[in-house]
Every structure is written in structure tokens, then in C-alpha cells.
């Protein structure tokens, strides 16, 4: 008995060590016929249990999904602000469906493209802006949410493989949307200007998100990044895209 536990115990801690927990998904061959098929069935069998987590490869929950902090500066049309979102839950992504997924590798770098669309993102936190808004100049900070439905584009991650290991540099993505409700609290004493705001950055949000988008995409790039190689790191870039 002891000894079976002892082998227990080492194959678990063997298998630890060199990584040799299984890749989370269908493994595709490259250079199969039909290996985008192949990627896209793989991904939509897996995703379902990605969704609330998998601890033994550290990665949170995706549905909800929390932004805890990020920082951007815009300074285009509309806008000309510091925006500062804080302790956001994203939800909706378990929804999501993939259309396509291809891959390339070239000169050491593999990169790969999921066409995917999310009917309904829901955003909700708090956010704090400094800047003008149209004619609106605000510095405060309050709750926000965001609706946004048909939310579909490219997701694109590169980097290289360096040492049998993909190692993730850029994830790009810059979804359209066909439509889009924003909610702010951000003068906590005047409703009436509260409500203006909201009214307008509704009506006309989307110029907005079109000077918004590349920058903010730009800066959630290292977040969605660092979010994909705490998966890709663990594996053996052969073992997982032969
Ligand atoms: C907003 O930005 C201006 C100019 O950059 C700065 O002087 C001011 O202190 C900022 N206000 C807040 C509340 O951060
Ligand atoms: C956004 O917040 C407003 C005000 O609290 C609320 O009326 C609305 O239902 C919220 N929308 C979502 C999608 O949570
Ligand atoms: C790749 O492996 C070699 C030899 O094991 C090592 O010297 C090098 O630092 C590794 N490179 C990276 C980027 O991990
Ligand atoms: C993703 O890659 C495709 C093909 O290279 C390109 O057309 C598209 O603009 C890229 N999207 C982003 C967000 O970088």
C-alpha cells in the first residue's frame, strides 16, 4: 500500500515537473487536410470547461471575466481624456462562437486567428475619467456599465516558438459591434448633466468607439496576452500544434 501511494505520489509529482498534465483540448495535426476544422471543433469542445476556470493551470474564469485595472489615454476626436476602468466583470463570453481558426508558422513564429462572435458582452465597474468629452469636461469617478451585442472580429495571437515553446507576444483584437448601450454615474450631483452625457455618448457612440477601440485594444493586448500563456507556456509547442 505504501509503496502504491509512494508511486502514486511520484508519478503525480513526476508528471507536475515536466509538465506532463494533458493539453486541455483535441490535439490537431498541422499538416492534416482539414486542420481548421479540426482547431475550431477542438476549441468548441474545450471551451465549455475553460469557462469557470482551470485551476491546475491557473487560469481564471473567463465567464464572468474580471478586468481589475487598466489605464488608457485618449486624445482623438471626441475625447481627450485619461480613462481609468477598475474591477470590471465581463460576462457573456461563454456564448461565444467561433466561425474559423487558422494558424501559420513562419520564421518562428506561429500565429494563430479565431474568428469568433459574442451576441451580448456585459460590462459593469467602476470608472474614472479626467479629460473632455465632447463639450463635457469630467473628472470624477462612478459606477458604469456597457451592453454590447454582436461583438464579433479577429482575435489574433503571435509570438515566437522558442525552444519548443510558443511563447505569446501580441493578442489583437478589434471587434466590431452593431450596437452598443453605455451607462455612467460621473456627476454624482447633477443628473441632468449625468443624463445628457449618457444620452449623447449614446446617440453617438459610434464615432467614439471607432477613436477608442485601436488604443484600447492596444492596451487590454498585454492582459489577454499574459491570460493566453499562462495556458501556451505549460506545454511543449509540438505536443500541442504538431
Ligand atoms: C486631471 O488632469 C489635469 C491635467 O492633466 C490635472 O491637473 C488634474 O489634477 C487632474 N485631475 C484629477 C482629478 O485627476
Ligand atoms: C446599468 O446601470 C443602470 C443604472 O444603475 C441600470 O438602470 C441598468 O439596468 C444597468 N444595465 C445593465 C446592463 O446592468
Ligand atoms: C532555450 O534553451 C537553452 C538551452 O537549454 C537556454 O540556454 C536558453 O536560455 C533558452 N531560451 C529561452 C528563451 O528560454
Ligand atoms: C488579424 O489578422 C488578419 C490577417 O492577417 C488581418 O487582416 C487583421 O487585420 C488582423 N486583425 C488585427 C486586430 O490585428
Known sequence: MFFYLLNVFSIILFGLASGELPFPATICKRDSVDYSACLKQAFEEAFPRFVKGLTEFDLP??????????????????????VA???????????????????YFLDDIFRLEIDALVPKLILKGAVKMNGTLSIFRIANEGPFNLTANDVSGTWNMTGHVVNDTWIVEHTRVLPSVRKLKLYFDLFQDSK???????????????????????????AWDPWLTGLAN?????????????
Do not use: C
Not at 230 to 242: E, V
Open 61 to 82: 474564469s473567463l465567464d464572468p471575466l474580471v478586468y481589475e485595472f487598466g489605464k488608457v489615454v485618449f486624445n482623438s476626436g471626441d475625447i481627450h481624456a485619461e
Open 85 to 103: 476602468l477598475m474591477n470590471t466583470i465581463i460576462t457573456g463570453m461563454a456564448k461565444v462562437q467561433v466561425n474559423d481558426i487558422r494558424s
Open 230 to 242: 499562462k495556458l501556451f507556456l505549460k506545454f511543449s509547442f509540438s505536443k500541442i500544434f504538431p
Open 192 to 218: 441632468e448633466i449625468n443624463n445628457a452625457v449618457v444620452n449623447f455618448v449614446n446617440e453617438f457612440w459610434p464615432p467614439l468607439y471607432r477613436v477608442m477601440l485601436p488604443i484600447t485594444s492596444e
